[in-house]
């Protein structure tokens, strides 16, 4: 079963709104890690939050995690049309390999 | 710098043909591999991991096989395809503990 579920499943905005995409998970973990995927392309890894962080910064970027509410949200300020991706949040429990399991994903869209 | 090749980018294979995709991994050692299938519109389900050459953990029972035959090597594998195998293929690598590089992916068709 899927650890992370993302909220929305898809998003439309305009350029220079901000986005912001919310994750739940279902057990303790490591880390929350959020992805961002273009259209049959690879995944791009965007961010990495540890349990014991609350809030992680870079760039537009911002990452909250609320390991009392097992939640996490990834914001996207002033969105560009290159921005526009499915994004992918991924739970790490710990162990030998990191071995994320991803959410379902938001799809985003920005349009000019 | 690190770099992941995966191919092929698009395969098209008739139901009960045999799989072969590899991924291999530049610029890194003794790093962990896995692979990804991601359903169409869907998020990803881990298939196989490798902390080390010949090591492979599987996720979930299926028609499908991995093997790292070398430290920067690793490869998916299937005796006979079903329609269920089609789907896009990730191979993906990482140090312990840290982010998840991907490869560009395969593209299976099975028909």
């Known amino acids: 079963s899927q650890q992370g579920e993302e909220d929305p499943q898809a998003l439309s905005i305009q350029e220079g709104e901000n986005a912001t995409m919310n994750c739940s998970y279902k057990?303790?973990?490591?880390?929350l890690q959020w992805y961002r995927q273009n259209s049959g392309r690879g995944l791009v890894h965007l961010i990495l939050?540890?349990?014991?962080?609350r809030e992680k910064h870079s760039g537009r970027l911002r990452v909250t995690l609320d390991t009392s509410k097992k939640s996490s949200s990834l914001l996207i300020t002033a969105s560009r049309a290159a921005d526009t991706a499915s994004y992918f949040c991924?739970?790490?429990?710990?162990?030998?390999?990191?071995?994320?399991?991803f959410g379902t994903g938001t799809r985003l869209q920005v349009t000019l | 710098s690190q770099t992941i090749h995966q191919w092929p980018a698009t395969l098209v294979q008739p139901v009960g043909s045999p799989l072969s995709l590899e991924c291999t991994v530049e610029?890194?050692?003794?790093?962990?591999l896995y692979w990804y299938r991601q359903a169409a519109g869907r998020g990803l389900q881990l298939l196989f991991y490798?902390?080390?050459?010949?090591?492979i953990s599987s996720e979930v029972p299926q028609n499908l096989s991995a093997s790292r035959p070398q430290d920067r090597q690793f490869i998916l594998s299937s005796k006979k395809l079903l329609l269920s195998d089609s789907g896009f293929y990730l191979c993906?690598?990482?140090?312990?503990?840290?982010?998840?590089?991907f490869g560009s992916g395969t593209q299976l068709s099975v028909l």
């Open positions: 610029g890194t050692s003794n790093p962990n």
């Open positions: 991924a739970t790490d429990v710990g162990g030998t390999a990191s071995k994320l399991t």
């Open positions: 490798s902390v080390g050459i010949g090591q």
């Open positions: 057990t303790s973990i490591n880390n």
């Open positions: 993906a690598w990482s140090r312990v503990y840290e982010k998840l590089f």
């Open positions: 939050i540890r349990s014991n962080e």
